[in-house]
């Protein structure tokens, strides 16, 4: 298959591009926003790399048009709530035109999928559910992703396309771009800190391995049955949610180190909600994927190869 894949040089979207370019035709578009290229340099052989903005519609309908892909994963974005928070007009540009420009440009019997987010849904105590779960997301980031889902449902239905929306929950494992809690709190204690400053360790996420979920997205796009115009909407979790606090004890025990925790005022946001799980029924039924990384084996990945930016260890030292 001829596969392209936006973000491609990001957390997810590396770990996919090695999962498939042995295996298939990869073409990556990617702005390196986040950096130089992430790549060993023996693996950028292996795929084509595209550094274009997504919210340039020429340069979107140019490569697609020169790829001529039969498949598209969309996972650039903008992620980080923060960001998306302090500038929301990059943002909504980014996820909300970026995909509007991605999706129109898809070609005929192309599979589009969509990375979307859990945060899409209405908070509520139980695991969502993706056609019983009331939407109604509560920050910037959930509403970029719920109207991205509004362009793709249009698109499909007016092309005739064959499109999956891939509601993703809380990623983790070496390699991440942005510094979520986890990443922070392996750079604080790899810098030598004993005593970490957080914010909410209360909320429960359901966190899944970077390399679960890059399996996740191959699935969705190379098996499994979509019809022309049909939108399948999947969850990508492991219906199991864990609070800071029990990752902590976790991560106390698999790094030897006796810490303690401070609660920072700065990093506590109103908009967190108390609990976030996916079922993940749908995704289990069509495309025959479920997770295979156990939480504790997440966190000993992510302790033993962090794989984050030296700049986030030294600004602990």
Not at 127 to 143: I, K, Q
Not at 173 to 196: C, D, F, S, Y
Not at 271 to 293: G, H, M, V
Not at 296 to 305: F, I, M, Q, S, Y
Request: aromatic content about 8%; overall charge negative.
């Amino acid at each position: 298959m001829r596969i392209l894949i936006t973000g491609g040089n990001g957390y997810v979207g590396r770990t996919l591009c090695r999962r498939l370019f042995l295996q298939h035709e990869v073409c990556v578009i990617d702005n390196l926003r986040y950096g130089k290229l992430r790549f060993e340099p023996a693996e950028v052989a292996n795929f084509e790399l595209q550094n274009i903005d997504i919210r340039s519609h020429e340069q979107v309908k140019s490569v697609v048009t020169n790829f001529r892909p039969d498949a598209i994963v969309h996972l650039a974005a903008i992620h980080f709530i923060p960001e998306c928070e302090g500038d929301p007009e990059v943002a909504v540009s980014t996820n909300v035109l970026g995909t509007s420009n991605l999706v129109s440009c898809c070609p005929e019997n192309c599979r589009f999928v969509f990375a979307s987010t859990g945060a899409v849904y209405e908070p509520e105590p139980d695991a969502h559910r993706e056609l019983e779960s009331t939407l109604g997301p509560a920050d910037v980031y959930g509403w970029t992703k719920l109207h991205g889902e509004h362009y793709i449902r249009y698109f499909a239905e007016k092309r005739k396309l064959s499109a999956c929306v891939v509601r993703l929950f809380n990623v983790i494992g070496p390699g991440e771009t942005n510094p979520h809690v986890l990443p922070e709190i392996v750079a604080q204690l790899k810098a030598g800190r004993t005593t970490l400053s957080l914010g909410n360790l209360d909320a429960k996420r359901d966190y899944v391995h970077v390399a679960d979920v890059a399996r996740g997205f191959a699935c969705v796009a190379t098996t499994g049955s979509i019809e022309p115009g049909e939108v399948a909407t999947v969850n990508l979790g492991t219906q199991k949610s864990y609070s800071v606090s029990e990752l902590l004890e976790h991560l106390r025990e698999i790094s030897g180190i006796d810490f303690k925790v401070e609660k920072d005022p700065a990093r506590m946001r109103p908009s967190d909600r108390p609990y976030l799980a996916a079922d993940i029924r749908r995704i289990e039924q069509r495309f025959q994927w479920k997770p295979e990384i156990g939480i504790r084996e997440a966190l000993v990945d992510l302790w033993n190869n962090p794989d984050v930016p030296q700049e986030w260890i030294d600004r602990y030292r």
